[in-house]
């Protein structure tokens, strides 16, 4: 997976966060690209219905941070936030949620590679790997 801060020309499913105060800019995005290709994946792996799609932030890169991406079926309620795109599942805790404001997940393929895009307004590239 990829971290971009290029502009994206695409068709997305805007998410609220539901965090007081934020903005539409802060929604997180997921274009259909990205919806199509994880019902994709999950059918092609024989994903259980009970799995939910998680995505979220773990510590590392150059930017203090990675994106996660991932099926899962362990649910915390006191930590996780759960969101519907259409009969897509998604949880993400909330620890992550803050730093996926405004982020958007495409999924592109290309001559520079095929995979899950996250496209961050926020995150300034500090080195080479505009991570």
């Given at each position: 997976?990829?971290?971009?801060?290029q502009?994206i020309e695409?068709?997305?499913?805007?998410?609220?966060?539901?965090?007081?105060g934020a903005?539409?800019?802060?929604?997180?995005?997921?274009?259909t690209?990205?919806?199509?290709?994880?019902?994709?994946?999950?059918?092609?792996?024989?994903?259980p219905?009970?799995?939910?799609?998680?995505?979220?932030?773990?510590?590392?890169g150059?930017?203090?941070?990675?994106?996660?991406?991932?099926?899962d079926?362990?649910?915390?309620?006191?930590?996780?936030?759960e969101?519907?795109?259409?009969?897509?599942?998604?949880?993400?805790?909330?620890t992550s949620?803050?730093?996926?404001?405004?982020?958007?997940?495409?999924?592109?393929?290309?001559?520079?590679?095929r995979?899950?895009?996250?496209s961050?307004?926020?995150n300034?590239?500090t080195?080479?790997?505009?991570?």
């Open positions: 997976m990829e971290n971009t801060n502009e695409i068709t997305v499913e805007r998410i609220p966060t539901g965090i007081e903005t539409e800019a802060d929604d997180i995005f997921i274009s690209r990205a919806l199509e290709m994880i019902s994709e994946i999950r059918r092609q792996n024989s994903v219905e009970e799995y939910f799609l998680r995505m979220g932030v773990q510590g590392g150059c930017s203090g941070f990675n994106y996660a991406l991932g099926f079926n362990e649910y915390d309620a006191l930590n996780d936030r969101f519907f795109v259409g009969d897509l599942r998604l949880v993400i805790d909330r949620l803050f730093y996926l404001m405004g982020v958007t997940l495409d999924f592109v393929d290309g001559p520079q590679g995979g899950f895009v996250f961050n307004p926020h300034l590239p080195c080479g790997c505009q991570g």
